[in-house]
């Protein structure tokens, strides 16, 4: 029997500085020894998002950091990996190059092979290392920068089903909480006014939900709340703490029904090839929510599909899933060299039209 690979994973793709090393056995079966993540949040909160070059110039500076930790807590050396897996792709171009660069240079110095991986591919093959799923699989992607549905063939074959036009959901999240003057990362702020809000009050739009297809779009949703807020205020002057938690939870449902309903159209293609173990798994910092997770669990359950939803700590942006990417290529035989590029822009599925939507974070697929 061929014995386990050992993957070093670097991410650096949007504002977390990651490593990770990840053991990987034959059958695919993956274990993750360490996963090192350095946020940045601290460096751009004055910028009201995340600034690229500073972003970039971070990574630089935390990544041999992050390596030696992520090392360190595996209680490994570098002579004990058989491969350097990396993001190269898609994201804020200087901070994909920078992780680039490091593992070219590691790469170089040690003689392990460099693999090259797709940020999204890594968020989609989340669900099979934390959960065992068989090929193939449904994925709902969604987080600040990015919403898709996938079904994951392979580590390799990606069919995206639809996503959004505009905004991210995540995007649309931090939007919301700024217009209503909720501290940042707007998801957790708007969730928890929610609590005590009622989601009938504001008769707030939920776009496209006409249409027979997995597209969406979040930007005139954020649209309507901040005519909903100006509408109050020109009656009374200011919000009420009862309207900013009436206008969270609108806002919440409305987004919970459209990931709803859409997930209900995708799930439905996804059992028409008649998988024989129908799953479906989210991955991105959205799906903390409870109200949409609660949302796609209904859906799953009324039709028969197992849901899953990773640990949150790998929902978000992290480096293990990365290196397990990067292991299922290495299992295969596929390698790059010391001429992989970075690249701003990688769709996970080529055949498909580019999507309008960009993100909070930049072009993304
Ligand atoms: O996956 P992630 O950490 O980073 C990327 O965007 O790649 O996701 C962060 C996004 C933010 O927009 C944040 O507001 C949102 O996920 N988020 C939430 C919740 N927690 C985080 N959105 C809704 N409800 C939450 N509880
Ligand atoms: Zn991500």
């Not at 900013?244 to 059992?271: E, M, P, T």
Request: net charge neutral; with cysteine; aromatic share 4%.
């Amino acid at each position: 029997m061929a014995k386990d690979v050992i993957i070093l994973g670097l991410e650096s793709s949007c504002d977390d500085t990651a490593a990770a090393v990840v053991r990987l056995r034959n059958d695919q079966r993956g274990e993750i020894l360490s996963s090192v993540v350095a946020g940045q949040s601290d460096l751009h909160a004055d910028f009201g998002g995340v600034v690229p070059e500073i972003a970039a110039r971070a990574h630089t500076e935390k990544l041999d950091g992050c390596v030696d930790a992520a090392l360190t807590q595996a209680k490994l050396s570098l002579s004990d990996l058989d491969a350097i897996a990396v993001t190269a792709g898609p994201g804020l171009i200087g901070g994909v190059l920078s992780g680039v660069m490091c593992a070219k240079g590691l790469s170089a110095a040690t003689g392990l092979p460099l693999i090259g991986v797709n940020h999204l591919a890594g968020h989609a093959l989340t669900a099979r290392l934390t959960d065992g799923l068989d090929y193939p699989y449904l994925t709902l992607l969604v987080s600040g920068g990015h919403c898709q549905f996938l079904i994951v063939r392979s580590a390799s074959a990606f069919v995206r089903l639809g996503g959004t036009i505009d905004d991210a959901p995540g995007e649309a999240f931090d939007k919301t909480a700024r217009l209503l003057g909720l501290p940042q990362p707007g998801g957790p702020s708007v969730e928890r006014e929610a609590q005590s809000g009622d989601p009938a009050r504001f008769a707030l739009p939920r776009p496209l939900l006409d249409r027979d297809d997995c597209n969406m779009s979040f930007s005139g949703l954020k649209t309507a709340v901040l005519r909903a807020r100006d509408g109050l205020v020109a009656q009374k002057q200011g919000l009420t703490r009862q309207d900013r938690a009436d206008l969270c939870a609108g806002f919440q449902a409305a987004v919970s029904d459209v990931l709803g309903a859409k997930a209900r159209i995708a799930l439905a293609r996804y059992l028409s090839e008649a998988p024989a173990a129908p799953s479906f798994a989210v991955a991105g910092g959205v799906a903390a929510n409870q109200t949409i997770r609660a949302a796609l669990e209904t859906v799953s359950s009324d039709l028969g599909v197992r849901f899953a939803a990773p640990p949150l700590q790998l929902c978000t942006d992290n480096a293990a899933m990365i290196a397990y990417a990067g292991g299922l290529r290495f299992l295969t035989g596929d390698r790059d060299d010391l001429t992989l590029s970075a690249r701003p822009r990688w769709p996970l599925d080529q055949s498909q039209p580019a999507l309008l939507g960009s993100g909070r974070k930049g072009a993304k697929a």
